[in-house]
């Protein structure tokens, strides 16, 4: 059983599905604190967690002018200057539930919590890349940088994604290669020793137990960034989907357009007459929320929140 040596799970997180693991917390503690816990921030594995040696560890940054540069975990915390982010992670699939009362979609059946924050700290992805030998004339020629997890099939073939070169090397892209998640060393199910973090990006491009980095003229062959994580219009489905047709999602477009590009997720503490809205607002592309506006009629009149 390639899943006997997963690690220890909260009993509070909600399982989606086992072998892979894939869970999400209870959705009051997401308005509990605003930094979610890690032992409770959603987990979403394609595959088995793997074992990561950290005196082993290497990551391998391909494809610039410098040649291959091969950093150990040690080197990783030591050549680079660390920088935290706090940052939102959230999987595209994030209330496919109530998409499925809309129309049945594939994929997991997740609530609203597919969705967390955490203090993030590692390396810029940015100062890597530099040292790696990346110059501005290199953005002529290559697109993307794509990332290898350690992560197999039973084929042997790794998870996989990619995001374009601009948000890779932005001094505002904020792009981390993380070691720690909410200031310890990362959890195994959350990408230990090392994983990217691209703020704003829909979760598929946060790599986890990250092996390789390779800039290329060619997004990530991965399935998951050619056959997955895509958008389609309503009157696409499975049996005629033509994958190649869409874009790979990037920065995460929302799911309920209330306004366009946000989306808010409240639930209802009644107590004798008052009644406390509690909830969560996120926004895509690392941009900030600018109003909450709340219904207390379905959506007939609205009043905007403090
Ligand atoms: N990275 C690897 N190596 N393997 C994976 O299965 N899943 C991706 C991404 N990075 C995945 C991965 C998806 S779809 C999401 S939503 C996020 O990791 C989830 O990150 P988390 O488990 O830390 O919440
Ligand atoms: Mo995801």
């Known amino acids: 059983d390639p899943y006997s040596s997963e690690p220890e799970r909260h009993p509070v997180l909600r399982i989606n599905n086992l072998k892979p693991f894939n869970a999400e917390p209870p959705p009051e503690i997401l308005s509990d604190s605003f930094i979610t816990p890690s032992a409770v921030f959603f987990k979403r594995n394609h595959l088995p967690v793997p074992q990561v040696d950290p005196a082993s560890y290497q990551l ?18 030591t050549r ?13 699939g994030n209330r496919r539930s109530e998409m499925n009362k ?7 059946n997740w609530g609203i919590a597919a969705i967390s924050n955490a203090t993030w700290g590692g390396a810029r992805l940015r100062d890597v890349l530099l040292a790696a030998g990346y110059r501005p004339d290199v953005a002529q020629r290559a697109f993307h940088v794509q990332f290898e997890g350690l992560d197999k099939d039973v084929t042997g073939t790794t998870y996989g994604a990619s995001i374009p070169l601009n948000k890779a090397v932005s001094e505002e892209g904020d792009v981390l290669l993380a070691y720690e998640m909410n ?22 491009r946060n790599v986890k137990w990250l092996g390789k980095i390779i800039v290329s ?3 990530s062959s991965s399935h998951w960034q050619q056959n997955d994580y895509k958008g389609f219009s309503p009157g696409t ?17 929302s799911q309920v357009s209330h306004p366009p590009h946000q989306q808010t997720v409240l639930w209802l503490i009644a107590v004798l007459e008052e009644v406390a809205v509690k909830g969560y607002a996120w926004s895509g ?12 009629d379905g959506g007939n009149t609205w009043q905007v929140a403090n």
């Not at 489905?237 to 477009?253: G, H, M, N, R, Y």
Request: one cysteine or more.
């Open 217 to 219: 003229a060619d997004e």
């Open 183 to 204: 200031g310890v060393d990362l959890p195994a199910d959350h990408g230990y020793p090392v994983r990217v973090v691209v703020p704003g990006t829909v979760g598929a």
């Open 60 to 77: 391998q940054v391909e494809g610039l002018p410098g040649g291959v540069l091969t950093l150990s975990l040690e080197e990783l915390k």
């Open 237 to 253: 489905d499975w049996d005629t989907v033509d994958f190649k047709s869409a874009p790979a999602i990037q920065e995460l477009p």
């Open 285 to 296: 592309g690392g941009r900030e929320v600018v109003r909450v506006d709340v219904s207390l």
């Open 80 to 92: 680079f200057s660390k920088h935290t982010v706090t940052a939102t992670l959230q999987c595209a």
């Open 102 to 108: 809309v129309k049945q979609v594939k994929g997991l």
